[in-house]
Nanobody, 126 residues
Framework: QLQASGGGLVQPGGSLKLSCEVS????????IGWFRQGPAKKREWIAC????????NYVESVKGRFTISSDDAKNAVYLQMNNLKPEDTAVYHC?????????????????????WGQGTLVTVSS
């Protein structure tokens, strides 16, 4: 089970840190990532981390602003979001997959579908 939290209302240029609590398993052999779905937009995976080696990838729209990290002791994955923009407004979910690699191909991150849970709403507005 994956449960995202930490969303809220933030002004443009602000920061938020989202948490993804993993329960029922450590998912040490999985790729865990974050996807979002904004108003009238399609689902988009934006960041992922390979739990086995800690390597991460990001789509271009968040690279340099968002950082994904993993805390094995807490069995959690985080998404630090800085310099937030109105277009980052979306419901953010974490998900995991045992087979799909953590890759960005032709600008698109592969979807992670084995596990996911309820998301958390991030609203960026002044």
């Amino acid at each position: 089970q994956l449960q995202a939290s930490g969303g809220g209302l933030v002004q443009p240029g602000g920061s938020l840190k989202l948490s993804c609590e993993v329960s029922g398993s450590t998912l040490d052999d999985h790729v865990i990532g974050w996807f979002r779905q904004g108003p009238a937009k399609k689902r988009e995976w934006i960041a992922c981390i390979n739990k086995a080696d800690g390597r991460a990838n990001y789509v271009e729209s968040v690279k340099g602003r968002f950082t994904i990290s993993s805390d094995d002791a807490k069995n959690a994955v985080y998404l630090q979001m800085n310099n937030l923009k109105p277009e980052d407004t979306a419901v953010y979910h974490c998900s995991a997959d045992a087979v799909v690699p953590c890759l960005v191909e032709r600008g698109v991150m592969r979807g992670l579908y084995d596990y996911w849970g309820q998301g958390t709403l991030v609203t960026v507005s002044s």
